[in-house]
């Protein structure tokens, strides 16, 4: 009897603790998805942008064939667009109208006449983007409902737009400018292209100062460094590195890069720099626990057919240690992606309004940009910082996803 009761509690025991571990499972998933249900919720509507197709009479008159940079682009979109509303005649409704496109659509009509300089001379149909707060309108986020003094767009402005929309102009394709526009201080155009190669740059500079020297440090420690006293402390230190909040690094990175050796500021080589101490600290310590866990007998087994302690560790010990490397290196990696404080510290939160071109150039990165919409007081911004978490977050799931999936290819079962 006494041993049936010791058994039913037993089990009622391991029944408890796994009904306990599947309780945090689930309310762990449960956060997630709030998360991630919370972010899609607020930026769903930033994948999308409201646009509407307007004649643009390209008038020699107003762009020199010359020099097709220096035309009138602001006069050529007005026009182009008032003569969607040809009942309006007075100067202070056509200029009300007009701010319904947005301002930046002369620089993508600029743009277009600079890369082809035939279209001077003819009349061409673009596809521009509307106001950020008619974007908001058309999406909903703006109520029509409420009286005028509160909300952005007025009565006639609406009128306007719907007239607009009634001719079949209006239109909402995927917003492919997210991607490929730079920052801008108009929300229907800020984009993350330059954060995107700015988290490239630095995330390529990280890799290759943290990778090798991570392995090298840790194969070393590992595998050929004396016990003592030195290495013992060399130890300690680098799993208490490990611990240190990365604002820490970007003090360090502010005060030695920039300040004494005078790198260029808000630069993605002082960026990666400073991402990569901060994750030498995590590769070496998975590398380590990578290498201890190749059993001995390999070891043994080399040696015994005469290997050098050298062709033990090159040829035998770390190709067997790869998987767990690997994984270590790409974790440290997204880590570094995700971090904000460092590179808030050393400038990579400029406005940056052209995507970066090489390691020395000014830029921002992901974290930065996300940062910085986040303070802006436009209503598109919101949509757009989520929009912009959601695109982080799926790099990050990427970076996991190629960890693991390295880990299972390169695995050895022994």
């Given at each position: 009897m006494a041993a049936k009761r010791h058994s039913r509690r037993r089990h009622a025991r391991e029944r408890y603790l796994r009904i306990v571990g599947l309780?945090?499972?689930?309310?762990?998933?449960?956060?997630?998805?709030?998360?991630?249900?919370?972010?899609?919720?607020?930026?769903?509507?930033?994948?999308?942008?409201?646009?509407?197709?307007?004649?643009?009479?390209?008038?020699e008159e107003l762009i020199d064939r010359g020099e097709p940079?220096?035309?009138?682009?602001?006069?050529?979109?007005?026009?182009?667009?008032?003569?969607?509303?040809?009942?309006?005649?007075?100067?202070?409704?056509?200029?009300?109208?007009?701010?319904?496109?947005?301002?930046?659509?002369?620089w993508i009509i600029k743009a277009a006449v600079v890369a082809n300089p035939n279209l001077i001379g003819t009349t061409h149909t673009f596809t521009l983007p509307l106001a950020d707060p008619f974007d908001q309108l058309h999406k909903g986020v703006i109520p029509r409902d409420v009286p005028q003094d509160q909300r952005r767009v007025s009565d006639n402005q609406i009128a306007w737009f719907d007239h607009i929309a009634a001719?079949?102009?209006?239109?909402?394709?995927?917003?492919?400018g997210l991607f490929f526009n730079a920052d801008s201080r108009f929300p229907e155009l800020a984009g993350l292209a330059g954060a995107?190669?700015?988290?490239?740059?630095?995330?390529?500079?990280?890799?290759?100062?943290?990778?090798?020297?991570?392995?090298?440090?840790?194969?070393?420690?590992?595998?050929?460094?004396?016990?003592?006293r030195w290495t013992d402390l060399i130890e300690v230190n680098i799993n208490?590195?490990?611990?240190?909040?990365?604002?820490?690094?970007?003090?360090?990175?502010?005060?030695?890069?920039?300040?004494?050796?005078?790198?260029?500021?808000?630069?993605?080589?002082?960026?990666?720099?400073?991402?990569?101490?901060?994750?030498?600290?995590?590769?070496?310590?998975?590398?380590?626990?990578?290498?201890?866990?190749?059993?001995?007998?390999?070891?043994?087994?080399?040696?015994?057919?005469?290997?050098?302690?050298?062709?033990?560790?090159?040829?035998h010990v770390l190709?067997?240690?790869?998987?767990?490397?690997?994984?270590?290196?790409?974790?440290?990696?997204?880590?570094?992606?995700?971090?904000?404080?460092?590179?808030?510290?050393?400038?990579?939160?400029?406005?940056?309004?052209?995507?970066?071109?090489?390691?020395?150039?000014?830029a921002t990165a992901l974290p930065t940009q996300i940062f910085i919409w986040a303070d802006s007081p436009e209503r598109g911004f919101l949509a757009r910082t989520s929009a912009a978490i959601l695109v982080l977050l799926g790099f990050l799931v990427t970076m996991n996803g190629l960890a693991v999936y390295l880990r299972r290819r390169f695995e050895w079962q022994w």
């Open positions: 309780s945090a499972v689930a309310a762990a998933l449960g956060m997630l998805g709030l998360l991630v249900v919370s972010l899609t919720f607020l930026g769903h509507s930033a994948f999308v942008q409201t646009m509407v197709d307007v004649p643009i009479n390209l008038s940079a220096k035309g009138n682009y602001r006069k050529i979109v007005t026009e182009g667009f008032l003569n969607l509303l040809p009942e309006i005649q007075a100067r202070g409704e056509r200029r009300e109208a007009g701010k319904i496109l947005s301002p930046g659509a002369r001719s079949g102009r209006i239109s909402s394709p995927f917003n492919w995107i190669a700015g988290s490239f740059y630095a995330l390529l500079v990280c890799f290759v100062i943290s990778f090798p020297v991570g392995i090298a440090a840790a194969v070393y420690l590992e595998e050929f460094a004396p016990r003592s208490n590195l490990a611990a240190v909040p990365s604002v820490v690094f970007g003090l360090l990175g502010l005060a030695l890069l920039l300040n004494f050796l005078g790198m260029p500021r808000s630069a993605p080589l002082v960026g990666g720099i400073t991402l990569a101490l901060m994750t030498l600290p995590t590769i070496i310590i998975t590398t380590r626990a990578s290498l201890t866990a190749v059993p001995p007998s390999i070891r043994e087994a080399a040696y015994g057919i005469g290997a050098s302690r050298h062709q033990v560790v090159l040829h190709p067997l240690a790869l998987p767990g490397i690997l994984t270590g290196a790409i974790i440290g990696l997204a880590r570094a992606l995700g971090e904000t404080a460092p590179l808030l510290l050393i400038g990579m939160n400029a406005f940056i309004t052209s995507a970066s071109g090489g390691i020395t150039d000014p």
